[in-house]
């Protein structure tokens, strides 16, 4: 077969123009690809790296386990949630009771909520948490298994920064530890008396900490995390879009080192995540959406609207994040079951 002078030129120009066109294609799935600003290792704060597939960015954020957990409601929240298959499920902090320095009870926690954390079919993300690290015990078990305290990774064109509001951990007194483990054992031993027992502390402090646990609520950056988040923030100048990930809600805890994160995170589009509190709100300052999660489990701290189990599922398309609320009593197979017994 013979092959004009013209031909072969077409076949040469066709060949050359699919060659930029290839070579952007790769590049643009390397960017995509998941990349955290650590050497991964073998003890990382996440349970796998996010598979590049096809779609927009989509992940579900999760609320408090425990703070008094109760019975089911997170192993089965892990499995709901492989219903919907997002790239990944992230914590917004405290998976284990903690505030303890029995080194077999932790291990005996983090075993159970990684039993349960396997059940979701795909990466979880862990995030550090008042009751996950509060002592030199429950720190050393936390870099024993989830290693980096606070970090950061992108991933699909998106800059997910992960603080850590313990630093340094707040001890609780073991007075106040005593009568918290009182009530985590009935949760364990008699949901119903322990849910009511809350119920009436709720109505005899008006869903207010007595002065007791009040000391718990503060909120530590230490000024190494600091200059990490600003180092991190300018080396990702213009990602899609910054998640920001903390455990206790510094905007409304009057934390002035929080402050500083706020004023480097002007002029970008972000969304801040945090938990704590046991009660959802969304809040929306300069354009920036602050959502502080409810529960996946943990007992609740007030009445109203905010108390609920549920994950927040997150898009990220061209014109910004679309969030879909769903709550975990709500949410069920094609059999139309949750699975949930115990889920408010």
């Not at 007075?175 to 009182?182: G, L, N, T």
């Not at 923030?233 to 990602?239: G, K, N, Q, V």
Request: proline share 6%; net charge negative.
């Amino acid at each position: 077969m013979s092959i004009s002078r013209a031909g072969l030129l077409r076949g040469a120009l066709a060949s050359t123009a699919l060659l930029p066109a290839a070579g952007l294609a790769a590049t643009t799935r390397e960017a995509a690809a998941f990349r955290p600003d650590m050497a991964s290792g073998d003890i990382h704060p996440w349970t796998a790296v996010p598979r590049l597939g096809g779609g927009p960015l989509r992940f579900a954020v999760i609320g408090d386990h425990t703070g008094v957990g109760r019975p089911g409601v997170f192993d089965q929240a892990m499995v709901q949630l492989s219903w919907l298959q997002p790239d990944f499920v992230l914590s917004v902090g405290d998976l284990i009771e903690g505030y303890t320095e029995d080194r077999a009870e932790i291990a005996r926690q983090w075993t159970a909520v990684e039993r349960s954390v396997a059940k979701l079919n795909c990466p979880f993300v862990y995030t550090l948490g008042n009751h996950d690290v509060d002592n030199a015990e429950t720190l050393d078990a936390w870099r024993e298994r989830r290693g980096a305290a606070y970090y950061s990774f992108t991933y699909k064109g998106a800059l997910f920064v992960v603080l850590n509001t313990e630093d340094p951990p707040t001890p609780m007194t073991p007075k106040v530890a005593a009568q918290f483990y009182s009530l985590v054992d009935l949760m364990r031993s008699d949901p119903d008396k322990a849910e009511k027992t809350v119920d009436e502390h709720i109505a005899a402090n008006a869903g207010g900490r007595n002065g007791e646990y009040s000391s718990l609520e503060v909120v530590r950056f230490s000024d190494r995390q600091l200059g990490w988040v600003r180092d991190t923030l300018a080396r990702h100048p213009t990602p899609q879009w910054t998640f920001v990930i903390l455990h206790k809600p510094a905007w409304k805890m009057q934390s002035p080192d929080f402050a500083k994160v706020q004023a480097m995170l002007a002029g970008r589009p972000h969304t801040v995540f945090a938990g704590h509190t046991h009660y959802f709100t969304h809040e929306v300052f300069d354009g920036h959406d602050y959502i502080n999660m409810g529960v996946t489990g943990g007992i609740r701290q007030r009445n109203g609207p905010g108390t609920m189990d549920h994950a927040m599922v997150v898009t990220l398309t061209q014109n910004g994040p679309l969030y879909a609320n769903a709550r975990f009593n709500g949410l069920m197979d094609v059999a139309g079951e949750t699975g949930q017994v115990r889920a408010y």
